[in-house]
Each structure stands twice: as structure tokens, then as C-alpha cells.
């Protein structure tokens, strides 16, 4: 499986922005998918987390503000990312796999990443 991740640029803190996580050779609705980030110097952490059966996970940090959902019609899973903090800053990059794998970081694919920029 290929993984596209897509959506990230520069916003300004309150603003929303949408990523996409798109994928080539197989079906993403045959996996669990999920949503990391790495801040510049930090390791990469968990976001969120969507199932087959499209349970989901967000971390404490982005509950309330951002939204995993799929559209296995269009082979995509999307993280709608709303009032976003400068915190927020980072490479975010979509995994698929079991969902203790993805939940626990050691998904089977990985996606290349996009660059969200939050300017305070």
C-alpha cells in the first residue's frame, strides 16, 4: 500500500484545515488508519486513530478540535483539524494497519507526510 497524505500549509491559530490520506494498490477500507505528528525535534505521536468499522480515537490533545473520519467511496480517510493552536505545528503523516498497530505506533505503512504550519 501507497499512502498519500495531502491537505497541509500555513493557517493562522483558530483557523481549519483538512488532510487527506489517500492510497494506491489497495482498498484503505481494509485497514485501520491513523493520523501521527512530529514536531521539530520531538517524536512522533499519535493523533487519532479510525477503524474498519470507523471506531475512532483522538488523543486528549486534539479531542473537540479535530475529527477522523473515511469516505471508502473515495479510497480517503480525512482529519478535519479546527481552532488549531501553534502547538499544533508539525509533520502529520496517515498509517495503515491492525488498529493495535496503528494505535501503538508500529503501523505496517506509512505515508511520506504534509507540513502543517500554525503562526500564532
Known amino acids: 500500500v501507497q499512502l498519500q497524505a495531502s491537505g497541509g500549509g500555513l493557517v493562522q491559530a483558530g483557523g481549519s484545515l483538512r488532510l487527506s490520506c489517500s492510497a494506491s494498490?489497495?482498498?484503505?477500507?481494509?485497514?485501520?488508519i491513523g493520523w501521527f505528528r512530529q514536531a521539530p525535534g520531538q517524536e512522533r505521536n499519535l493523533v487519532a486513530v479510525?477503524?474498519?468499522?470507523?471506531?475512532?480515537y483522538h488523543t486528549d490533545s486534539v479531542k473537540g478540535r479535530f475529527t477522523i473520519s473515511r469516505d471508502n467511496a473515495e479510497n480517503t480517510v480525512y482529519l478535519q483539524m479546527n481552532t488549531l493552536k501553534p502547538e499544533d505545528t508539525a509533520v502529520y503523516y496517515c498509517?495503515?494497519?491492525?488498529?493495535?498497530?496503528?494505535?501503538?505506533?508500529?503501523?505496517?505503512?506509512w505515508g511520506q507526510g504534509t507540513l502543517v504550519t500554525v503562526s500564532s
Open positions: 479510525i477503524s474498519r468499522g470507523s471506531t475512532t
Open positions: 498509517a495503515a494497519g491492525d488498529w493495535n498497530g496503528v494505535r501503538y505506533g508500529t503501523a505496517n505503512y
Open positions: 494498490g489497495r482498498t484503505l477500507s481494509w485497514y485501520s
